[in-house]
Structure formats: structure tokens, C-alpha cells
């Protein structure tokens, strides 16, 4: 069994994903913050009352060696979002404010590292539960 299909870990990698993807839009933004007539977008976070209102995604599991299971290889994309009318606007027509750019992408980085801090925290359970985290001296 691969790791990432323990739920706990497939909902932080796709956590990781979705930060990952909001930085490269953020950077994107404050690339072009002199480019003329630009507007800033931000990637929209599923929120739970879409995820409620879907299909259910559940997987069957495989009882017998001769079940056949179709694996959904793909990755989730995340909608791109125009950013809202901000009050603030060049005279050239650019939208880009860099101190709200800049506070998007250093909370980006600090859901990213307590992701990652999470992600290794459960893997250090599961090394313990396996007898191979604690070091007997």
C-alpha cells in the first residue's frame, strides 16, 4: 500500500498541491506589478459545501487478487480567479497592490511548512507504530 493513499496523507499532498499552485499565481502577480492594465488573480479554495454537493468519490477495494480496480491517475486543477476591484489602482491601470501580494504569498509559505511539519509528524507516528522510530541506546 502506497502511502499516499491513506486519506490523511492524499488530503495533505492535495493541500500541498493547491499551495504550490497559489504561489506560482502569486508570483505571477507581483512579476507584473508594472505592467500595465493588469489585474491579480488567486486560485479559489474548494470550499466544503461544493465537496458536499458533488458524486461521491468513494473507491472500492479490492477483496481478490482478481478484482480489477481503476486508479484516477489525474491531479485536481484549481480555478484561477480574478481578484476583485481593489481600491487601489495605477495610473497606467495596474491593480497589482504589492503589499497584499506579499502577505498572500508569506501565509502561502507558512500553510506550506505546517503541511509539510504535519505530513512528517504522521510519518514519524507510523514509523512508531512500526517499532522503527524509537531508538534504543
Known amino acids: 500500500m502506497d502511502i499516499k493513499e491513506l486519506p490523511i496523507f492524499a488530503a495533505l499532498t492535495k493541500r500541498m498541491h493547491w ?6 499565481v502569486l508570483s505571477h502577480n507581483v512579476a507584473n506589478a508594472d505592467t500595465p492594465n493588469f489585474t491579480p488573480s488567486d ?4 470550499r466544503f459545501r ?4 458533488r458524486k461521491s468519490r468513494l473507491e472500492m477495494t479490492a ?5 480489477v480496480l481503476k486508479k484516477h491517475g489525474t491531479q485536481a486543477q484549481f480555478e484561477v480567479k480574478k481578484a476583485k476591484d481593489t481600491y487601489e489602482k495605477s495610473p497606467d491601470g495596474n491593480a497589482v497592490v504589492l503589499e ?8 502561502t509559505r507558512i500553510d506550506y511548512e505546517t503541511m ?13 507504530a512500526l517499532g522503527r522510530g524509537l531508538k534504543i541506546l
Do not use: C, F, P
Open 19 to 24: 499551495l504550490n499552485q497559489r504561489q506560482k
Open 50 to 53: 461544493d465537496l458536499v454537493g
Open 63 to 67: 477483496t481478490d487478487a482478481s478484482h
Open 43 to 46: 486560485i479559489a479554495e474548494l
Open 100 to 107: 497584499e501580494q506579499m502577505l498572500k504569498v508569506a501565509q
Open 116 to 128: 509539510t511539519s504535519l505530513y512528517r509528524k504522521h510519518v514519524g507516528m507510523i514509523k512508531m
